[in-house]
Structures are given as C-alpha cells and as structure tokens.
C-alpha cells in the first residue's frame, strides 16, 4: 500500500512539472523535497520511455531531462542501480532547485 501511494506520489509530481511553466518548476520541486530522490529518477525515466514508445518524443526528451537534473543533483547516475541508493541530504535538494531553468 505504501508504494502504491509513493508511486501515485511521484506520478502527480510528474504530471505538475510537465504542466508548469519553468518558472514554477522549483517551487513545485521545493514543495515536494520527500519526493526528490531516485525514486523520482526511476519514475522520470521510464515515464520517457513510454512516451518514446508512444510517438510523444517531446514530453520524452522533457522528462529525461528531468531525470537528468535530478540524478545530476543526487550525485546520482541514472544508469546505476537508483533502488539502493540513499536518500538525498537537503544540501543536494537544494543545490538542484538552483540549478533548474527559471
């Protein structure tokens, strides 16, 4: 039950990033710190992969940039093994909420 609410977590996490304008982005991502960690990475990337699938390339390429930043931000590579990897400190939130694009 706990992993069906984080995945329904990340996924309106999601779904209100690719609506924003990116302006907003980090006050949505700072409103949401819980949810910033591999997790999300995890969720980014095979959200892409579906919309690649799908013909949507855009919203591909927009969410593996945002899975990009994120894994940047966690010291992360998104092509490691994200499940085992520990929670991010808030020095790390907070070095990725200055990096993303206003």
Do not use: W
């Given at each position: ?26 006050q ?29 390339q ?11 930043l ?9 092509s ?13 939130q ?9």
């Amino acid at each position: 039950m706990i992993k069906e609410q984080r995945f329904q977590a990340y996924l309106n996490l999601v779904e209100r990033l690719l609506r924003c304008s990116c302006d907003q982005e980090p006050q949505i991502l700072s409103a949401n710190p819980d949810l910033v960690d591999a997790g999300l990475i995890q969720m980014l990337e095979r959200m892409s992969e579906v919309m690649a699938q799908k013909g949507d390339q855009n919203t591909a390429d927009c969410l593996s940039y945002f899975a990009c930043l994120v894994a940047d931000a966690l010291s992360l590579s998104s092509s490691s093994t994200l499940s085992s990897s520990p929670r991010p400190n808030p020095k790390h939130q907070l070095f990725f909420l200055m990096q993303v694009p206003s």
